[in-house]
């Protein structure tokens, strides 16, 4: 090694170190178990890089979307890591507004399941990397559905579903036949919804890019959630979305519950959930298709453009969504707590296998989710629970809370469908998508 090179490493080793002392990354990220975990975790990767201290901001999912979004259009800088879903991650990418991931042989980026990782690259580089991944699909009560003679097919129809949900529900036991999303958002209770609206055959937009709100497949599929909530599902259902099902369902008080596949971990876990060893799993419910039935999201770690602990803020994500990250929660937690959804590896465990009865089904859910063909007529957009366009987001909270006064009663499904329509109308014509 000639002095110029040797002048030139001890440079880099001294810039590297002093990105790393005395450091402090803020990281924005939602209060999924998942992450509580992480937060917990945190301190090994402190120990691993004196001077980095980790200062976390959690919030609720559609708190933590609006902050981070106006931060990073604004160039705000508040953090310096962000978690983000697949949804935002190549729109903000397009705009330059993340660093690319730096990968190196060891985080072994070809270890990421084909879809997650496709969906979070832009041009060949990854811009997020994936904490956990998740499709959607029926968890429920294997003994009340022994109980009431129910076979539960590997795909049932929502028809299927509803009549399980007539057997079970007993409220005077505390039990209710259907746990569903209900709160306002377009990552709360229209994930769901979009799903159910894919499955009886319709879709956002057509390929004009028009609303398809007041269409036949929306009303068929909003008026049978809310009749099936309001005749079995549990009250208040309005205000609820995942963490408040979780604890429902864990509570012995949902008899059904068709959500995330990341839940299928902790209403597993006797720790968390009462009726652990009674749980089962199916594929999410169809009806005149299977196509978008299932959706497929993930939670993803960036680094916003305008951060300037590069350094730190790269060494972190490659911890926190490696294999070794998965092999630490296993051996505190165990393996059946592991974040999965993200790397072939973690399916192919034996101990992973041995303990993940859920694995199965969530693996084939995950497979079989298609963002670039999630409906039965064409669409132009990407995506099964959302339509990946910048507007989307508006337009999916707004359509989100005339659904959520539809299955609390204050507007009848007809006049929800109707004001959603308007209000998508309104804005797909304000961005220049049609006249």
Known sequence: MNLRTASLLAAALLSAGAAHANTELVIATVNNGHMIEMQKLGKHFEAANPGVTLKWVTLEEGVLRQRVTTDIATKG????IM???LYEAPIWSKKGWLKPIATDAAYDVDDLLPAIRSG???EGKLYAAPFYAESSMLMYRKDLADKAGVQM??????AQVKDFAAKAHDPKAGVYGMCLRGKPGWGDNMALLTTMVNTHGGQWFDMQWKPQIDSKPWKDAITFYVDLMKQYGPPGASANSFNENLALFNEGKCAMWVDATIAASFISDPKQSKVADKVAFAQAPVATTPKGANWLWSWNLAIPASSTKDAAAQAFIKWATSKDYINLVAKEQ?????PTGTRKSTYANPEFQKVAKFAAAEKKAIDSANPNDSTLPKSPYVGVQYAAIPEFQAIGVAVGQQMSAALSGKVTVDQALKTGQTMAEREMKK????K
């Open 77 to 80: 800088g508040q953090f310096d």
């Open 83 to 85: 978690t983000i879903g």
């Open 120 to 122: 979070l690259s832009h």
């Open 153 to 158: 097919p590997e795909q049932p129809t929502w």
């Open 334 to 338: 165990g393996w059946a707590m592991v």
């Open 431 to 434: 961005a220049g998508y049609y």
